[in-house]
């Protein structure tokens, strides 16, 4: 039976949530504040936290980046208002499994806590901070889409995949970054060789040296056992390091060290140990940026980047929108038994005129979610969340606001050389909403 530990000061919402989980299944145990919670983590062990956003002597989003490094087994749920869409996002970009919007619907809360502790669960076998071995048998699930970013993104990992070259991913988070990583990893000659994915954001810095290289048994405090660390684990395949800029400098600079002479030395060992690898690295920060603002070493920076590949957003994926759902809805009916045929007119259109902040990883829980509600052979409006509605009346309301729209456009169109898709994302709107403003200022 999993355990809950729920975080909520409304002492009768929190009793209520306690009772209908426990009905279901859970053990649950409950804390009114920060405070309690910390103290309950400490002495008890949970497989699930589910939080409130707001709490009276903590930041929701501080309380997760706290427990993710604490407990990063731990997956968090947070709970929000519906105003607080955009934070949750923001939450779930910093580590958190989903989140829920209040008023709850029963069977979301439900579903979101068995996605998120189906989640934890492979992870606890291969998590991103241990050994996650990628055989030639795992099913990828990069798909190959129509857009042109999506054919560029494509033509790019089958041009480097059969090289040794280091390759760093960028893009948002959400955009399938690892799916790049292990889809190069196993169009490689390293295929038939481990794939290694570390979570940098998730490894203390005083920790990386051992999980990097590796230590021996009561070489420090804790270090019960001889542990092999990721760059031995790896050897012979690929190390995907996700998020690297997230290291500190003095873990940046043990990394360079290792990258430059493969070989490693174990934490209180004084034998090295060569290493043959593929790095390849991923992040969703401007490193460029980082370097010249001291913050990420330049000489890792051009180790990591002998070639770059753009992790394209789902707005700039626009003609694979429907596409992914589509796959998504396989993978949501075969994972809840469950034969929803596809989507409705208005689903798409709605679909297509949302911004989706939370790319690829958002469309997959929104279209899983959606599949589990519906009851029909197509997914219905009804069974979407309602920041859907309210991020689409909100944007296209502020557009309208524009009195000098039409000038904008064609500023916007200028500046991007006629591209529509560069244009609608200067413009902050669709590229279907902005063809249908062309139309109506008969812009050619």
Not at 58 to 83: C, H, R, W
Not at 109 to 121: D, G, H, K, R
Not at 262 to 274: A, C, H
């Amino acid at each position: 039976m999993s355990k809950i530990l729920i975080i909520e000061d409304d002492i009768s919402f929190c009793k209520l949530l306690e009772k209908f989980l426990t009905k279901n299944n859970y053990a649950v145990s409950i804390a009114f504040s920060a405070a309690e919670a910390r103290l309950a983590i400490q002495n008890e062990v949970f497989d699930l936290i589910l939080t409130d956003l707001r709490l009276p002597d903590a930041d929701g989003i501080e309380l997760l980046a706290e427990f993710k490094t604490n407990y990063p087994q731990i997956p968090v749920v947070l709970m929000t208002g519906y105003s607080e869409v955009s934070t949750a996002v923001k939450a779930i970009k910093n580590g958190a499994a989903d989140y829920i919007s209040k008023p709850f619907n029963p069977d979301e809360v439900l579903v979101v806590i068995a996605n998120a502790l189906t989640t934890e669960t492979t992870a606890v076998s291969t998590p991103k901070t241990t050994v996650k071995e990628i055989k030639e048998s795992t099913t990828l699930e990069y798909v190959q889409g129509i857009s042109t970013a999506s054919k560029k993104l494509t033509e790019h990992i089958k041009l480097v995949s059969p090289t040794d070259i280091s390759v760093l991913i960028i893009g948002e988070s959400g955009t399938g970054k690892e799916i790049i990583a292990q889809s190069i990893h196993q169009q490689s000659r390293r295929k038939e060789n481990n794939f290694i994915a570390v979570d940098c954001g998730a490894i203390p810095k005083e920790l990386a040296a051992s999980e990097f290289f590796g230590h021996l048994k009561g070489s420090f405090t804790g270090a019960i056992s001889d542990k092999m660390g990721y760059f031995e684990a790896a050897n012979g395949g690929t190390l995907f390091l996700d998020e690297i800029g997230n290291l500190s400098y003095e873990n940046q600079i043990q990394l360079l060290r290792a990258l430059q002479e493969r070989k490693i030395k174990p934490v209180g060992s004084n034998k090295e140990i060569e290493v043959d690898i593929r790095i390849i690295t991923a992040t969703n920060e401007d490193l460029r940026e980082a370097v010249k603002n001291g913050d990420f070493r330049e000489d890792l920076y051009h180790r990591i980047n002998e070639f770059s590949i753009h992790s394209p957003s789902l707005v700039e994926r626009e003609e694979d929108l429907i596409l992914f759902a589509e796959f998504f809805l396989e993978k949501a009916n075969a994972q809840l038994h469950k034969d929803v045929i596809g989507f409705s007119k208005e689903v798409v259109t709605i679909f297509q005129n949302y911004d989706w902040p939370g790319n690829l990883r958002e469309l997959q829980n929104c279209v899983k979610r959606a599949a589990l509600l519906t009851q029909g052979d197509f997914i219905e409006s009804a069974v979407l969340p309602v920041e859907f509605f309210n991020q689409n009346e909100s944007k296209n309301d502020s557009f309208s606001l524009f009195e000098n729209e039409k000038e904008a456009i064609e500023n916007a169109l200028v500046k991007t050389k006629n591209n529509k898709t560069e244009a609608a994302k200067l413009l902050k709107i669709t590229r279907k909403t902005l063809y249908n403003k062309l139309k109506l200022y008969d812009i050619q």
